[in-house]
Every structure is written in C-alpha cells, then in structure tokens.
C-alpha cells in the first residue's frame, strides 16, 4: 500500500497470490473498523469510511464482513480496539520511511516492526526521524482512456496539482484537502477513478542501486506484510533499468 506507482506495479505482481488477498482483506476491515469507530457507521456523513467500504467493495470483500467491520467500529458488536500508530525509521543508503499502523497491542506491533527494520538493514527511530521528509498529498490513478485534455480541463481545474502517464494509467496528485473534490469531478465527466488516496509522498526521492537497492525492496516488502501494517512510504527511488536487474538475479 505504498504512494508511488513503482511500488504498486511491484504489488499488483505479487497480488495474485492468495496469501497476500488474506492480508489485504485483514487491512482493509482494520481501516472500516477504525473509520467508523473515528467518524460513525454512516457513509454518507463519513467520507473516510466512504472510501473504505469502496476499497472493500474493489477486492470483492462479501457485504456481510464489511457490516461486520463497521459494527465493531460502532459498538454494536465486540470486537479488537485498533489505535494508529506510525513509526519513522532508516533504511539501506540513507532512505527514510514512514509505516502507518493499526494495532491492539502497541508493546507487541513496536518490537516486531523494530525487528523487521533490523533484519533489513534499517534501524526504527524515534518521531520526528523520517516525518519531515514526506508531505500529505492526494493520490488519483485513472485509466488511460483519458486524455490529456480531459485531465487538464476537469482534474486541474478542480485543484488537481500535478498529472502524469504510469504505465497503463494516469497518475494524478492534488493537495490532500483538494482529493474529494478532484475525484467528485472525474467521476461527474464519467471518467472511471481506479483508485484514489491520501499519502506521504517524499520531497526529494534518493537514488539507489546494486545490493542497497535490493535490500531497501525487501525491507519495504517485510513491513507491508506485517498484519498490523496499513501503508509504507519510502523515499527512495529505484530506476526501471535497475528493478528489471534486480528482478532478472532474483
């Protein structure tokens, strides 16, 4: 679940596994769960938990386990209580990294995540060790069916900041308070929103390559798969080149 389109081209290849829809399936009722407990059951009047049943709904979660999720939010039924956590920490070559966590055991979460960080050669920090190096930005993939007329006319004139082509989409950023209103409109001009959130994007991305490349991978991949683990930013960046090298050794 990571910010950038590199990492979600990763994702979606190791996504057809079965184990990973199992861990998927176990992020998404935490975040329904602590969306409605944060802002009520009702969609309509939460757009977090909107969002959340729409992100459900795209990985064909059943109705039931959604009511389910929700409920335990609520109250009505008893269930784990999840409080948000994020942790800051150093990877290979200097990168930064901030994970975003739910978890019902804060004592339990911090040691494994310290663990995972040193097993990968990265070290957990205290707050404030990677935070200012992100900013919060509004993340909007679409089709692309859509041209760039469109995107200029409709997303920018709605707030959207920035548009680019990502492989087989467009990837579209806006200010964080500026996503609603950039995917109302979308939507509105019957253009298709594949996926849309809010993010840590890194200021300045830092290069990397050979061994601190590979290691920088598998410790993103490590974090991601732990089930207390919502989302990971990095601010590293890896070359096309570099990833079909390290992918053709693996």
């Known amino acids: 679940m990571s910010?950038?389109?590199?990492?979600?081209?990763?994702?979606?290849?190791?996504?057809?596994?079965?184990?990973?829809?199992?861990?998927?399936?176990?992020?998404?009722?935490?975040?329904?769960?602590?969306?409605?407990?944060?802002?009520?059951?009702d969609p309509n009047g939460n757009p977090r938990l909107r969002k959340a049943i729409a992100d459900a709904k795209g990985q064909s979660m059943p109705n039931d386990t959604i009511q389910r999720a929700v409920k335990r939010g609520t109250g009505e039924i008893e269930g784990a209580a999840y409080e948000e956590i994020t942790y800051e920490g150093t990877g290979p070559g200097g990168s930064l990294l901030l994970v975003e966590a739910m978890t019902d055991n804060r004592n339990r979460t911090v040691a494994e995540i310290r663990k995972i960080f040193e097993k990968h050669g990265g070290v957990l920090g205290?707050?404030?060790?990677?935070?200012w190096a992100f900013e919060r930005k509004g993340l909007v993939a679409v089709g692309k069916e859509a041209t760039e007329d469109q995107?200029?006319?409709?997303?920018?004139?709605?707030?959207?900041?920035?548009?680019?082509?990502?492989?087989?989409?467009?990837?579209?950023?806006t200010a964080a308070d500026s996503l609603a209103a950039v995917v109302e409109a979308l939507e509105k001009a019957g253009i298709k929103v594949k996926s849309s959130s809010v993010a840590s994007v890194p200021k300045l991305k830092k290069p990397l390559a050979g061994r601190d490349a590979q290691v920088a991978l598998n410790l993103v991949e490590a974090l991601d798969d732990h089930d207390d683990v919502q989302n990971v930013y990095a601010d590293f960046d890896i070359s096309d080149e570099e990833l079909a090298a390290l992918e053709g050794a693996g």
């Open 3 to 41: 910010g950038h389109s590199k990492w979600a081209t990763i994702k979606h290849k190791k996504g057809a596994l079965d184990a990973k829809r199992g861990k998927l399936f176990t992020k998404l009722i935490k975040e329904l769960t602590v969306a409605a407990r944060l802002g009520g059951g």
């Open 126 to 131: 205290a707050g404030g060790t990677a935070g």
């Open 151 to 173: 995107l200029m006319d409709i997303a920018v004139g709605a707030g959207a900041d920035d548009y680019q082509r990502a492989g087989d989409e467009w990837q579209l950023t």
